[in-house]
């Protein structure tokens, strides 16, 4: 745009100098010079990794510098004779060095158009890709999660299972110790409160707390765990 833009400014004081015949029409025409042909270098630098974009510089240099010489020509023989000036404008040759250029810049623009839509659909879809691993990570983490927390939650019952069926089977064993060893009568143990009469268990063997013999048959309280006397 930038390059046409300088053309079109060239072109303007070109055609002013050739009405008028005076120099300072010619202003637009000398400023944009130097700047156009800075304004190619600059687009061969841009496109530099685009083979088509180089072709069409190349191709958009020779028809610039084709445009130039036109202009710079019929500059010059305006300064000798206005009709000969006249009548090269009028041939439409410049003109057609100008369709051209425009021609030649619509198809880089295209070309660029076109490369951009590809970087973006591109970049969407990098970006969707993303999204997706992202989601079945996500995913994949909540079902190990989930996972986990079911094995955990089982084995927690299998243990509280386990150690419930360990105390039954430890309670039962220790009612079945009292049972074999002991008798169940009713005495009093001491314990406090006054007169409290609880169910004694009566000693078989007459093996004392510390498993010696007792001199005397002993009685185990079921409620307080005292030991009382007959």
Avoid: W
Wanted: positive net charge.
């Amino acid at each position: 745009e930038m390059v046409l833009g300088h053309l079109t400014d060239a072109e303007t004081g070109q055609r002013g100098f050739i009405i008028t015949g005076r120099e300072n029409y010619l202003e637009p025409f000398n400023s944009t010079y130097k700047s156009i042909r800075k304004d190619i270098s600059d687009l061969q630098q841009l496109t530099i990794d685009n083979d088509f974009q180089q072709q069409q510089i190349i191709k958009l240099n020779i028809l610039i510098t084709k445009k130039l010489e036109e202009l710079e020509s019929t500059i010059e023989i305006r300064r000798t004779s206005f009709e000969a000036a006249k009548k090269i404008v009028i041939s439409d040759h410049g003109k057609n060095f100008m369709d051209e250029i425009r021609l030649t810049m619509a198809e880089m623009k295209n070309h660029e158009n076109i490369l951009l839509k590809d970087r973006e659909t591109l970049m969407l879809n990098s970006t969707n890709k993303v999204n997706n691993i992202t989601i079945g990570i996500t995913i994949g983490a909540f079902v190990i999660v989930s996972v986990l927390f079911f094995y955990y939650i089982n084995s927690k019952k299998e243990f509280d299972s386990e150690v419930r069926n360990k105390r039954g089977v430890i309670k039962k064993a220790y009612q079945n110790f009292i049972l074999k060893y002991f008798q169940p009568n009713n005495k009093p143990c001491g314990c406090s409160g006054g007169e409290h009469l609880c169910q004694v268990i009566r000693q078989k063997n007459g093996i004392n707390e510390v498993g010696k013999l007792a001199s005397e048959p002993k009685y185990l309280c079921k409620k307080c765990g005292r030991v009382a006397n007959s």
